[in-house]
């Protein structure tokens, strides 16, 4: 496979799996200068690795401004050029940062909050399913983490949609897609919420709470304020975005998995207690967050293949969850798989901080589903018609219309 005929194209977006095969077959480290001009890379055991060499595969300049097109203005682009950013920095900076966000996702912490998601999940779901036909994203899969992460930040209700809009407007400025994106909307987007973030955050100076932001805002002044305004408004920011956007596809892309694997999910319905590993066969298969960069720090190989200092690498972690070598029969969906190893929420000192609370809210979605139903259906029409939008970085359905069969 030659570097000009990786293109993303609609197809890709809708299905990147055969893709995937024909790269980790033939070119599993591969330049493609309209990926961002990366050296792409496929295959597991050379992903795995990359991840886990922080001193050789930095993040520090795979920054997110250096991901968002020019196009957006100074302007819009300063708020993401913090010197102390979890996402692109290295250790021991990292340890440090990832010190203080990590105290609000404590295994403990997230265990305490199960009773309110599942309270939440209850009363989406028995809402949803009192329609003969329904939208499992609209009614379920996106309102759902958007309100668990905007309780959790102290957000006002009103303002979840808004929040909602303002972590698609970033999600789109950084993420790979097909045609054309909508500078205005997404610079709107990105003012809205950092005004909004920079007065919560002088409120919460103030007058702590009991919330996230203000768990932060404290935490960093107990450090002797290190971070200025705007590396909390980034991290604000990284909690919003990873606290809905991986759960939102985790849960429509485990329902397709098992809307085409009927017998998975009669497995399923009969027995919950197979709900924890079918979440982790749903992040494998069907990975929502397909794509991590790297920067090499010097010369050096991947596979064979030299990558001079100072290259981008893109790793396919959708790729790299459906490699044989590490999967054997990968493409097969089965909720009893021994799915160790998978790297849909990333690998070492990296791993997504938000990762335990996706899982979370995900087996309390499947779990309190087939409570009250015995199997899903498509709608009619909706079979082969799935909507995956133009994004490449990030994949589910956008909407997933659905009839269900209740106990």
């Known amino acids: 496979m030659q570097s000009q005929s990786l293109k993303l194209t609609p197809e890709m977006v809708a299905n990147p799996y055969p893709v995937f095969a024909a790269l980790r077959e033939s070119a599993p480290v591969h330049y493609v200068e309209a990926f961002r001009g990366s050296y792409v890379v496929s295959r597991h055991e050379d992903i795995a690795p990359i991840l886990k060499n922080t001193t050789l595969f930095s993040s520090k300049m795979a920054s997110v401004s250096a991901l968002m097109p020019k196009e957006l203005g100074e302007d819009v682009l300063r708020y993401f050029r913090s010197e102390n950013s979890l996402l692109s920095s290295d250790p021991p900076q990292h340890t440090r940062l990832r010190t203080l966000v990590s105290r609000a996702f404590t295994p403990r912490r997230v265990a305490d909050l199960e009773p309110r998601i599942r309270e939440l999940a209850s009363e989406l779901l028995d809402a949803m399913l009192t329609q003969q036909e329904f939208d499992l994203m609209a009614d379920l899969a996106v ?192 909720i009893t798989r021994d799915t160790q190893g998978h790297v849909a929420f990333g690998h070492g000192v990296h791993f997504c901080i938000g990762g335990p609370l996706a899982r979370l809210e995900a087996q309390v979605v499947f779990d309190e589903l087939f409570r009250r139903v015995r199997r899903v259906s498509f709608a009619p029409g909706q079979e082969g018609n799935l909507d995956y939008g133009t994004t490449f970085s990030l994949r589910g359905p956008k909407s997933l219309r659905l009839r269900a069969e209740r106990r």
Not at 213 to 225: D, F, K, M, R, Y
């Open 143 to 334: 309102p759902l983490p958007i309100i668990v992460i905007a309780e959790m930040l102290g957000i006002e209700p009103e303002r979840r949609q808004d929040f909602k809009r303002w972590s698609n407007a970033i999600s789109q400025s950084v993420t790979l897609t097909v045609g054309g994106l909508d500078l205005e909307w997404i610079a709107t987007g990105i003012r809205e919420i950092h005004a909004y973030l920079e007065a919560a955050i002088e409120r919460r100076r103030r007058e702590p709470g009991d919330d996230l932001i203000s768990a932060l805002v404290t935490a960093n002044e107990q450090q002797g304020g290190f971070l200025s305004s705007m590396d909390v408004i980034g991290f604000v920011r990284l909690l919003l975005f990873a606290g809905n956007e991986t759960t939102t596809n985790l849960i429509g892309n485990g329902t397709l998995a098992l809307l085409n694997h009927p017998s998975e999910m009669e497995r399923l319905a009969e027995n919950a207690s197979l709900v924890p590993n079918s979440v982790e066969e749903m992040l494998r298969y069907d990975t929502p967050a397909q794509v991590i960069f790297r920067i090499t720090t010097a010369d050096t190989e991947i596979a064979g293949t030299p990558i001079p200092k100072d290259s981008r690498i893109m790793l396919l972690l959708g790729a790299a969850n459906r490699d044989p070598r590490k999967f054997p029969n990968p493409d097969t969906f089965d």
